[in-house]
């Protein structure tokens, strides 16, 4: 499956941001899909997972109550909605699937797209 990211951008602290990740092929509906992101001169670091169901979501814990994680298998696509945004959240943010569980590990990676929270 292919995965294509979108959605960053700059944004102030508090705020909000809703991020895409579109997968090329109907059977995304079978695939769990995961958020990742790299901060410059950081490892890349897991943000949140959902079933292929939709019923089961994990997150890490800074983004916990914050972040909510969700997909629309009818539109063969996957969210990220980041609210009360931080500086610490800017990162290149990556989207994941994989067939193997909901923690991963993820075997489909799309392109990162960037988000900036300014102070």
């Known amino acids: 499956v292919q995965l294509q990211a979108s959605g960053g951008g700059l944004v102030q602290a508090g705020g909000s941001l809703r991020l895409s990740c579109a997968a090329s092929?109907?059977?995304?509906?079978?695939?769990?899909v995961g958020w990742f992101r790299q901060a410059p001169g950081k490892e890349r670091e897991f943000v949140a997972s959902?079933?292929?169901?939709?019923?089961?979501?994990y997150y890490a814990h800074s983004v916990k109550g914050r972040f909510t994680i969700s997909r629309d298998n009818a539109k063969n696509t996957g969210y990220l909605q980041m609210n009360s945004l931080k500086p610490e959240d800017t990162a290149v943010y990556y989207c994941?699937?994989?067939?193997?569980?909901?923690?991963?590990?993820?075997?489909?990676w799309g392109q990162g797209t960037l988000v900036t929270v300014s102070s």
């Open positions: 994941a699937a994989t067939r193997v569980s909901t923690m991963g590990p993820f075997h489909y």
């Open positions: 959902i079933s292929w169901s939709g019923k089961s979501t």
């Open positions: 092929e109907r059977t995304f509906s079978t695939y769990a």
